[in-house]
């Protein structure tokens, strides 16, 4: 019988050629996926980041890793990353020593996307707002260049997925014109990252959030830090 | 003319009893009737509940006495409260006097549980009198708890009560100012003791003159 | 005949030698004569500055030398021809000796042959005659002849002495002269010809040079003032140079030698030196190297090639190079050594191409070598190469989550999230769990493919495990990458707890504890800071600019107040982290539960809106550095935060006495435990089935009794810090209990028969069940004392409200009519029942201190009865107002009388709850928690009981008590499946109550295994599953949803952002830089004009 069960797939693919990196190597872009306590499941959608960060490769040619990194706000490696990810259904909760590391990160040139799996949103708010009590969450205009960079996104974020019925939005923190933090709220962005067989979603539905997630990535990648 | 003026009368009185509030106190009164009357049967917590009840029909004045007797009922040890809600029902029915003597009576007697059961009785009783104008017995009373029932929870409301009724007599003021001192050195979180303060500053000026 | 004795020979010939020496000293003294004359001569022509060159004259001496020697000889031999003919010596010795003429002759005649027919003896006689005759020196013998050479030889002496002295007198008076003269002597010719130059000297003659290099050519010309070069190119005709010639040399410079080239040098006197020839020369150069990199399967790497410039070659080990190249000519070898001696390689060559394989075998830097055929080096050598072998890391691995020992959930599957990484790839993971040295071990393994990084999310699923509370698992996970060694990398052994109540009970003091010294901490951080803070107060006066030292401190302030809110934020967290645990862990503590949830809402109680709303403004006014605004949003936190710390402390209070009270909780479940053990002990002891057994059974339970002693002095300690007295002597008398059971329990380990030994245990469980009655009866008189200050806050709260409500109901009445300056002065009254409002606040606050329940709606009322009479006070100062004072005042009333009731009618809620408590009838909900905490005591006393090896009578006395218990539950779940109220949730009631009903009956049956724990375990899952659920439909709290396509939706209208949204101001301030140069007070007025540049158009402040 067998005593121990594996539940969640390793959704990683072999590396096809030489050229993609392991996860965090030096000088390896790739997304990291933020590690929180509060006891929300910051590892869920494990399919999610590898499926995107293959998007980007695939239709950009940027050179990212094929798998993401993991870290939490007070390792060292954090400043490797310039693009942080985090999600989950349930509580997010930071300590004073971690607010302070992540807002010198995201003011000194990192990115935060932070994708509401559903039940995220009220302790993310207030973390956002005890880590910028200065600078409020703002929804971002579908004319924002963030919706217009590979792809076009006329009416903003699309919705990969029913929470509430309400529609989708997507807020930003912005410092001296930079977003810094994207939160993408009653859509999931996330799932729709997915593997095919996790969600059983439809592939224009799919197609819309990488395609949204490839316009994050190189709009993040690319801003100048002012 | 008089004619005129009673039908004026009669059509002023026509509409209170068919205004709002002439309802309202109409119904009002019958609640309390029927509170009272409940106490009368002995049901003691029904009625302390349809006191309460009752209040919620009368404008705020008249709603606090309700609620003062209802919360006396509250406060006493349950061996009490018979002899308040005879009191209350006595009272209510115009024997003040009655219902003042059963309350001290009730005092005096051995079987008080405990000195602030007493005060409380004995500061009902003083209300009561009070409603009915009997001001020296309310005076008298309010002294009796004010000497005699220093640590009950009644004491701060008598020392109020009888220095105001000290100042405005304009007797026994040192006495009266001592109280008062007295009342904000002991209860200073008491929510009577700011106004124990200004007749205290009152005394003081009228001692002054 | 023989000839006679040469007698006559000898003395002629030594005449003869006399002459001839005399010739030869004579020819010796002309020759010798002539010489000093020529010498003489010659000094007297050289003249003062030595022979001229090209004069004869020393030739023309040389020759009268040699003249006058030769004429010297001819007369030397002229003269020994005549001197020495034998006839005139002959003659001159008869002549000298006086002998007729002929004698002598004769006498040689004879002695060189005897005629014939004379005799030999006559002829002998003769000549010694003769002989005897010829007496005298040889000078005497002579005669004429030696006189004439005499002569000869006196008059050359004559000469040589006159000519001699001339010559040395020459020599002394000039010697420099002489020696040039006579030194021309020696050279006659050459001084005859002219001066001989030295040849011409040329360098660097013939050479190789490298092509193109330049080249000088030095011609050393001794004794010339210019010389030519003459040289021939290759290809070119001949060329000639004229150079002068300085310091005996002449320099000719080539800048490029190109092509080969024959030149020699020429001098003006005709010297003319050698042909040489400069040959240009090709270095041996090393071209086209190629390297080509092979790396190990395993690493994935694709191979790699270099050209020219190798770079610093970070190869994983194993990696074959193949080199290959070429040269400018044929080389005879070719490799590669480590630069300091060490390893090498060696290519092949083949003409000017090389190349080969190598697998470097150690990092360093390799130095190309090359010789060529003729074994020179190359002029120039590619780059070493610089090798850094680089070995196959071990895998590396972090279990993320969840990183520590914990405690396994009650469904007894741990998941785990471990980040695996290799710098080539990984083969697999591998999650080991084992029971120290138990059987049950297993191993299993999860496949990576290959891949560098991965999260593996496995999951550790114990639930087939016989595990029971107590149980320890150790787990660690281990990887192996895809090297061919497999390298592996091994965890920390981590452990799983399935804890007992017991553990989960001490766990949660154990929290509280460390809650209440972060609390303390906390506190006097609080204290310190109201302390220091009050010079900022006092020292900035409205109306004056902040100083640059206040601003400072009002920021360190404001920092401070930021982390002590941070903090107890972090903390509520954990409470809600502590909560979740206690119940993922199977206690069901109601009692523990409200007190974490209660404490949680005092800690966010304490981060009030307000006091965060002032820091927030605060920090606005001082990054405007808006003064005024800055020091009055100081005050105004300084009041918040004193505030906060009062309820700091409060919550410090509270947390202490939730401390103490888990503590009591534990600590008599802990005595009510082992007072049954103790009881199954002594029936055990009574049977004397193994007295070995239980001797150290009865240690053991005795050691447990001495440390539930220890713990029963200490919550003594802390029940009397509390100023709690009446629980402190219980928890007095339950500690003299324990140690009296303690004594009969070593009573019970000495007595001499079972019996004995068994009264004695007996003895020792009563005893331990008195203490744990007795606790139980002071922590219920603690809650009843709670419960009574409760409800007495609360008729305080009602009585105050209602003697306010008469005091302004008696304002009320003066207010009617009363004229302005009577209003006035009735505001103080007024002012007195608003004080008097907040007095009743705090002390509902002090009464509900320590009281689980809270009264918002009793502190909402007080605050509306607060705010009406302030309005009245207000409406009593204002002219005109609406409303009127008087129909305020009666607003005022009415919202004290509504304050009596409610606060009446929370008293009597507290006073229902509490007889409820009492009478067992509880909510659904909290039915079903303490049906679970029954199953969950069931659970550990079967938990306890099996492994005590009971013999059978003992255990069935046991078992038949738990199966009582056991029954006690099914019977509560029937009743409650069939209430006809019940909800939906409550449809497996009826299951859950056969279930307890069946297990009832195993333990009836005396069937204790881990099966009946398993079935009990499952039991109380449910149990708890059942409460939570009817908790989640209370709290209406959302689930894990699944996902639903999106449906459809309208979108709202967003507003373009403005500079303010995206954090830019319209008019950037100037650097940084600049703004340090600047005085603070430019600073002050530079960021106020940017300030008021960026304000929002239409904004006035």
């Known amino acids: 019988m067998q005593l121990l069960t594996v539940l969640a797939v390793i959704a990683v693919q072999a590396p096809s050629s030489g050229s993609d990196a392991p996860a965090g190597a030096e000088g390896t872009l790739t997304i990291a996926r933020l590690q929180y306590d509060g006891g929300g499941d910051w590892y869920a959608n494990p399919s999610s980041l590898p499926n995107l960060l293959r998007a980007v490769r695939d239709r950009t040619g940027l050179p990212v890793a094929t798998r993401e990194a993991v870290v939490k706000p007070l390792d060292a490696s954090l400043r490797n990353h310039p693009y942080l990810y985090m999600t989950g259904h349930g509580n997010v909760r930071f300590t004073v020593a971690e607010r302070a590391a992540l807002r010198d990160y995201l ?120 | ?181 007295d009342l904000i050195v002991e209860r200073p979180t008491h929510p009577l003791v700011p106004t124990a303060r200004l007749v205290l500053q009152r005394l003081q000026e009228a001692i002054g003159r | 005949m023989s000839p006679a004795p040469r007698a006559v020979s000898r003395i002629v010939d030594t005449v003869r030698g006399y002459v001839n020496s005399r010739a ?95 005799s030999a003896g006559l002829a002998n006689l003769a000549v010694q005659q003769t002989a005897a005759g010829l007496t005298g020196s040889p000078s005497h013998l002579a005669g004429q002849s030696g006189r004439l050479a005499e002569g000869w030889a006196r008059s050359g002496l004559k000469a040589l002495a006159v000519t001699a002295p001339l010559t040395l007198l020459a020599l002394g008076l000039a010697p420099e002269r002489a020696a040039q003269a006579w030194a021309g002597l020696l050279r006659p010719v050459q001084l005859l010809a002219g001066e001989v130059l030295p040849p011409l000297e040329v360098m660097p003659g013939s050479v190789e040079v490298a092509r193109g290099t330049p080249v000088e050519i030095d011609v050393v010309a001794v004794g010339r003032e210019e010389v030519t070069l003459h040289w021939r190119a290759v290809g070119d005709v001949p060329r000639s140079r004229v150079g002068a010639v300085e310091n005996e040399q002449a320099r000719f410079p080539f800048p490029s030698v190109d092509v080969a080239m024959d030149y020699w040098a020429q001098a003006p006197d005709g010297a003319v030196s050698d042909v040489f020839t400069l040959a240009p020369a090709d270095p041996l150069l090393v071209t086209d190297v190629q390297v080509s990199l092979t790396f190990p399967p395993h690493t994935g790497r694709t191979a790699e090639e270099y050209r020219g410039v190798v770079p ?59 010789l060529d055929a003729r074994g020179e080096r190359p002029g120039v050598v590619p780059a070493p190469l610089d090798v850094v072998l680089v070995p196959d890391a071990f895998p590396s691995l972090r279990v993320l989550y969840p990183a520590r020992d914990t405690v396994i959930p009650i469904t007894r599957r741990q998941p785990l999230v471990v980040d695996v990484r290799d710098d080539y790839g990984l083969d697999r993971l591998e999650v080991e769990a084992f029971r120290g040295d138990g059987p049950e071990r297993t191993v299993q393994p999860l496949s990576l493919g290959g891949v560098p990084a991965a999260i593996a999310r496995p999951l550790l699923d114990l639930s087939q495990w016989s595990l029971v509370p107590g149980d320890s698992v150790l787990y660690r996970v281990r990887l192996i990458d895809n090297s061919p060694a497999g390298q592996t990398t091994q965890s920390d052994v981590h452990i799983l707890r399935v804890p007992t109540v017991s553990d989960l009970r001490r766990d949660a003091q154990a929290e509280l504890e460390d809650a209440v010294r972060r609390l303390e901490e906390l506190a006097d951080r609080a204290r310190q800071e109201a302390e220091g803070a009050r010079p900022t107060d006092a020292s900035n006066r ?29 903390l509520s967290a954990e409470l809600e982290r502590l909560a979740a645990a206690m119940q993922d862990g199977g206690l069901a503590d109601q009692d523990l539960q409200k007190d974490l949830q209660e404490l949680q809402e005092l800690l966010n109680e304490m981060n009030s809106d307000d006091l965060v709303q002032q820091m927030q403004d605060l920090e606005e006014s001082l990054s405007e550095e808006d003064a005024r605004r800055a020091m009055e949003e100081l005050r105004q936190m300084m009041e918040n935060q004193e505030e906060f710390r009062q309820m700091l402390e409060e919550s410090l209070e509270r947390f202490r006495r939730a401390a103490v009270e888990q503590d009591f909780r534990a600590t008599r479940e802990e005595a009510e435990e082992l007072a049954r053990r103790e009881r199954a002990l002594a029936e055990a002891l009574r049977e004397q089935d193994n007295p070995e057994l239980r001797n150290r059974q009865q240690a053991a339970l005795e050691a447990e009794a001495e440390t539930l002693q220890q713990r029963m002095e200490r919550l003594q300690d802390n029940l009397g810090e509390l100023g709690e007295q009446v629980a402190q002597r219980s928890a007095q008398e339950a500690s003299t209990s324990t140690e009296q059971a303690r004594q009969s329990m070593r009573e019970a380990s000495e007595a001499q028969s079972g019996e004995q030994a068994g009264e ?20 219920d008189r603690m809650a009843e004392e709670l419960t009574k200050q409760v409800q007495a806050a609360l008729q305080q709260t009602a009585e105050g409200a209602l003697a306010l409500a008469e005091r302004q109901a008696e304002l009320r009445d003066q207010m009617r009519g009363a004229t302005r300056e009577e209003m006035a002065d009735l505001r103080s009254d007024q002012a007195a029942v608003t004080e008097g409002a907040r007095n009743m606040s705090r002390n509902l606050e002090e009464g509900l201190r320590f009281s689980p329940m809270d009264a918002p709606g009793v502190s909402e009322l007080i605050d509306d009865a607060q705010a009406e009479s302030e309005r009245t006070a207000e409406a009593l100062g204002r002219r005109g107002s609406n409303p009127s004072p008087a129909a305020s005042a009666d607003r005022t009333v009415h919202a004290l009388n509504r304050l009596a009731m409610s606060a009446m009618n929370a ?116 149990l708890l599953e059942a409460g939570r659920s009817l908790e989640r439909e209370e709290d209406e709290e959302s689930e894990e949803r699944q996902s639903e396509a999106p449906g459809e939706f309208e979108r709202g209208q967003i507003s373009p952002l403005t500079d303010a949204d995206l954090g830019r101001a319209r008019f950037p301030l100037p650097s940084a830089a600049f703004l340090a140069r600047l005085t603070p007070g430019e600073r002050r007025l530079v960021l106020q004009y940017f300030e008021r540049l960026n304000r929002p158009p239409g904004e006035i402040r």
């Open chain 3, 542 to 570: 409205a109306g004056d600019p902040m100083e640059f030292g206040d601003r400072e401190q009002a920021r360190t302030s404001l920092d401070r107040q930021r982390e002590m809110s941070r903090e107890v934020e972090e």
């Open chain 3, 907 to 1022: 008293a009597d809620q507290v006073a229902q709850a509490s007889a409820q408590q009492q009478a067992g009838g509880e909510q659904s909900q909290e039915q079903m928690d303490q049906l679970a905490e029954q199953q969950a005591d069931l659970m550990n006393q079967s938990a306890q009981m099996m492994p005590m090896q009971l013999s059978q009578q003992a255990m069935a006395q046991q078992m038949q008590q738990m199966a009582q218990g056991q029954q006690a539950v099914a019977s509560d779940l029937g009743e409650m499946s069939n209430d006809p109220g019940g909800e939906q949730s409550m449809a497996d009631m009826e299951a859950m109550a056969q279930e307890a009903q069946a297990i009832a009956e195993l333990l009836a049956g005396g069937r204790l295994d881990r099966e009946t724990l398993e079935r009990q375990e499952r039991l109380f899952h449910r």
């Open chain 1, 107 to 226: 003011l000194t040139g990192g990115f935060l996307h932070a994708d509401d799996n559903y039940g995220l949103d009220e302790s993310f708010r207030e973390e956002m707002a005890a880590i910028f009590p200065d600078r409020p969450l703002v929804e971002l205009p579908p004319d924002h260049p963030v919706f217009h960079g590979v792809y076009d996104f006329p009416e903003g974020i699309p919705k990969i997925h029913e929470h509430d019925g309400n529609p989708p939005q997507a807020f930003g923190i912005f410092d001296r014109g930079r977003l810094v933090v994207f939160y993408s709220y009653e859509s999931d962005l996330g799932d729709g990252w997915e593997d095919v067989d996790v969600h059983e979603d439809a592939e224009d539905i799919r197609e819309q959030a990488l395609r949204m997630g490839v316009n994050l990535f190189l709009h993040a990648i690319g801003q100048r830090v002012p």
């Open chain 3, 312 to 370: 610093r070659l970070a190869i994983p080990f194993g990696t074959r190079l193949r080199i290959v190249g070429r040269a400018s000519r044929p080389l005879g070898s070719a490799g590669l050594e480590e630069a300091g001696g060490g390893t090498s390689a060696r290519f092949d060559v083949s003409g000017p191409s090389f190349g080969g394989d190598w697998t470097p075998r150690r990092s360093a830097l390799y130095e190309w070598t090359f």
């Open chain 3, 760 to 779: 004695r245990a007996e003895q020792a469980a009563d005893q331990l069940q008195q203490a744990a009655e007795a606790l139980e009866q002071a922590q």
């Open chain 2, 1 to 181: 003319m008089r004619m005129r003026h009673a039908v004026i009368g009669g059509l002023l009185a026509l509409a209170y009893v068919l205004s709002p509030s002439a309802h309202a106190a109409l119904a009002g009164q019958e609640s309390v009737d029927m509170a009272v009357q409940i106490l009368a049967e002995g049901r003691l917590d029904d009625g302390r509940q349809a006191l309460v009840e009752a209040a919620t029909a009368l404008p705020p004045v008249e709603a606090t006495r309700l609620l003062r007797m209802a919360q006396t009922l509250a406060a006493l040890h349950p061996g009490m409260r018979p002899t308040a809600a005879r009191a209350i029902v006595l009272a209510h029915r115009g024997s003040v006097d009655r219902a003042t003597d059963a309350l001290v009576e009730a005092v005096e007697a051995a079987d008080v549980a405990e000195p602030g059961q007493g005060a409380a009785l004995l500061v009902f009783a003083a209300r009561l009198a009070e409603t009915a104008d009997q001001h020296e017995r309310s005076e008298a009373l309010y002294t009796r708890v004010v000497e005699g029932h220093r640590e009950s929870a009644s004491w701060p409301e008598a020392v109020l009560a009888l220095s105001e009724r000290r100042l405005a007599a304009e007797r026994d003021l040192s006495s009266a100012a001592t109280d008062l001192e």
């Open chain 3, 24 to 118: 030869r000293l004579g020819l010796a003294a002309w020759v010798a004569a002539a010489v000093a004359v020529v010498l003489a001569l010659a000094w007297i022509l050289v003249g003062s500055e030595g022979w001229r060159a090209g004069t004869p004259l020393p030739l023309l001496l040389d020759l009268l030398i040699v003249l006058a020697l030769v004429q010297a000889w001819r007369e030397l031999a002229s003269r020994r021809e005549r001197w020495l003919a034998e006839r005139l010596v002959s003659r001159s010795v008869e002549r000298a000796a006086g002998l007729p003429r002929g004698t002598v002759l004769e006498s040689l005649e004879l002695e060189r042959a005897v005629p014939k027919g004379t």
